[in-house]
Structure formats: structure tokens, C-alpha cells
């Protein structure tokens, strides 16, 4: 809808969903919003750059209020070129971001240039016949679980599977040459899937289900397989033990502060990052502490002296010092911190 006077769009904004979308138009999107043309101020300096505006006097001339999920509320200053087919912002990551006009042509490229979802492209060697452990890093936004399960991958051999990717419908490998210290951002910029099943679609599948999706990507490759995925209850850890009864939990655990401290960073200290980081905090009272009868649970206290691999460390060990009771799946795992690693 346009209000040629106002200079006012009414638009879907098609971003992390536009996979799930090419396959299923009906999936609803997860961003509504209204683009409004005018003058906001001299654009940032990584706009600049990327315009080569060495003048450095470009301003804003678009401004986009998008709303997710029905309750997210962001506001972006835009510069959108003089064919109106390209916009960039500095976004929800604190990082440059790009927007593309499609055509029907470049819509039917996408559709086509995609991993296959049962085979998506990886970096690791193929052992079907080489079915290792499973551990299913969890904690709240902000905790390092990716930024974990990279250094698993890239320092101790193991397959890396992002949570994240799935539940927007990317290719969940991502490749150990990547730096870990933009293991979050690196998720989002992995290749499209094609083939997922309708009730595979997020929000609308459970954690059984895609559970079952990662089973069947280890028995397909084979190794010891790390999981980078938020749970936050018992109830949501029995769901995915239902397909992995031997499944090892390991929490990241973090003060609220700590987890805010660490979310500002990522996605920057303007108005843009702090709704994200708002709602991504919010997540914090959802997320339980194992329970005293839980098997093969186990958590880890992070504090701010701690670097991402001395994290990496400590799961490393504990999971080398219970490897026994790990098989047995006989045995309590007990609640640890970090004086006790």
C-alpha cells in the first residue's frame, strides 16, 4: 500500500523467513512494517564507506519501522539509492546490512541455489559408521553457546550443528575456518535449505521434531556432534531425550547482568541493538536449572574472567572426566561451577 503524498510504503519485509516463504507463501512473516521517505541526519560512517562517499555527506533518506513477531518494535535510518532497488542500514547485529530488491527472476535463483535439507552442505568427513556422543550446548541469549560450539568444532574435532539455522531454515553447518568470535552472525549468513517439510517450519514445529532432523544428520556424517540451541526447561530437555535418551545437557549459565553486558556488545548500545537486547533478555526467567534427578545434566557458571575457550575447557573436561558415566547413562550428573572445574 502506498500514500503517494505521505511518501509512506506499507511493505512485507522478507528477511529470515524468505526461504521457508519461496516454498510455502502462506508461512506467516515474521516482519511487518512502513518505510517513510525524508531526511534523518548524516549516515553512519560504515554507510558512507560502503556508498564510497569519501565526501562523507550522505544522510538518511529513509526511515523503516518494522515490527516482529507482533510485539518487537524497531526503528532503522536507511539510505536507499536513486532506483530505489538497494537500501542500507546498520541493523539489528550492530553490523552493515544490505537490502535487495527481488525480481521474479532473482526470486526463482534463490528458490534454486539452496542446499538440500536431508544433505546440506558440510565441512566435516562423512563416518556414518562412526556414531559418537552428543552434546546439546543450552543457556540463556548471550551465553556463548555457539561461540562454544565453534571452538568444539574447530579445536576438538567436533561436528558443529547451529540450532538457530534450522529455525530459519539455513544450512545448521557451519564451517570451523570462520571466526568464532562472530559465531552468532556467521548463522545468519549461511546458505538457504530447500526440501524441509511443512511441520518442520518454524514456530510451528517442536523440539522432538527437529531433534529428529538432527538425528538424521548424524547418522548421515557421522562423529561426535555439538548442538548449539537455547532450551530452557526440563520439560523441553525430555522432549529432545525422546530421540537422544543418551543426550548430554550442558548449561551455560550467566548472571542477567553478565548476559546484557554481553548482548549490548553484540548487537551495539543504540536504540536498534537495545529492543533486541530487551527482548532477548527477557528470555532470561525461562530458563531452569537441571533437576537433582536429571541424567547426563550438567552446569557450567560463567563469569566475566573467563574467555570463550576457557568455557570450551571446562566442558571439554567434564565431558573426558564422566565419559564412563556418560555410557553408562546410569549415573547422576552433578551440578557443577566453576571452582569445582
Not at 516463504?21 to 512494517?33: F, Q, S
Not at 536431508?118 to 552428543?134: A, D, F, S, V
Not at 568470535?181 to 548463522?187: E, G, P, Q, T
Not at 554481553?262 to 533478555?281: C, Q, S, Y
Request: aromatic letters at 10%.
Amino acid at each position: 500500500m502506498i500514500d503517494e503524498e505521505s511518501k509512506v510504503w506499507i511493505v512485507p519485509i522478507l528477511l529470515l523467513d524468505y526461504p521457508a516463504l519461496l516454498d510455502y507463501p502462506e508461512v506467516k512473516n515474521i516482519a511487518l512494517g512502513s518505510c517513510t521517505s525524508g531526511d534523518y541526519g548524516l549516515a553512519r560512517k560504515e554507510i558512507q564507506e560502503a556508498l564510497h562517499d569519501t565526501t562523507e555527506s550522505t544522510n538518511y533518506n529513509l526511515e523503516m519501522k518494522l515490527k516482529y513477531w507482533d510485539y518487537l518494535e524497531i526503528d532503522l535510518k536507511c539510505v536507499i539509492s536513486e532506483d530505489g532497488n538497494t537500501i542500507l542500514t546498520f541493523g539489528l547485529w550492530s553490523d552493515l546490512e544490505c537490502y535487495k530488491w527481488q525480481s521474479e527472476d532473482d526470486l526463482k535463483h534463490l528458490a534454486e541455489d539452496r542446499d538440500p535439507a536431508l544433505e546440506p552442505t558440510c565441512h566435516y568427513k562423512i563416518q556414518p559408521e562412526n556414531q559418537g556422543k552428543l552434546v546439546w550446548l543450552t543457556g540463556t541469549p548471550g551465553s556463548g553457546k555457539s561461540t562454544v560450539g565453534h571452538l568444539m568444532s574447530k579445536e576438538a574435532g567436533y561436528v558443529y550443528f547451529e540450532g538457530d539455522c534450522v529455525d530459519n531454515y539455513l544450512n545448521p553447518f557451519i564451517s570451523p575456518v570462520l571466526s568464532e568470535n562472530d559465531a552468532s552472525k556467521n548463522a545468519f549468513r549461511q546458505k538457504p535449505l530447500k526440501g524441509l517439510t511443512r511441520d518442520c517450519l518454524s514456530p510451528h514445529y517442536g523440539l522432538e521434531s527437529q531433534a529428529k532432523y538432527i538425528e538424521v544428520q548424524k547418522k548421515r556424517i557421522g562423529g561426535d556432534f555439538v548442538v548449539a540451541k537455547a532450551i530452557g526447561s526440563r520439560k523441553e530437555r525430555d522432549q529432545i531425550r525422546k530421540v537422544f535418551p543418551e543426550c548430554i545437557f550442558v548449561i551455560l549459565t550467566i548472571t542477567k547482568e553478565f548476559q546484557k553486558k554481553r548482548l549490548l556488545a553484540r548487537h551495539g548500545e543504540d536504540k536498534e541493538g537495545e529492543g533486541v537486547v530487551n527482548m532477548l533478555t527477557d528470555f532470561y526467567k525461562y530458563f531452569e536449572p537441571p533437576e537433582e534427578d536429571e541424567l547426563n545434566t550438567v552446569s557450567i557458571d560463567i563469569t566475566e574472567d573467563m574467555a570463550p575457550k576457557d568455557v570450551m575447557k571446562s566442558v571439554l573436561k567434564i565431558l573426558e572426566e564422566d565419559k564412563n558415566a556418560i555410557v553408562a547413562q546410569a549415573e547422576i550428573w552433578p551440578r557443577r561451577t566453576k571452582t569445582q572445574i
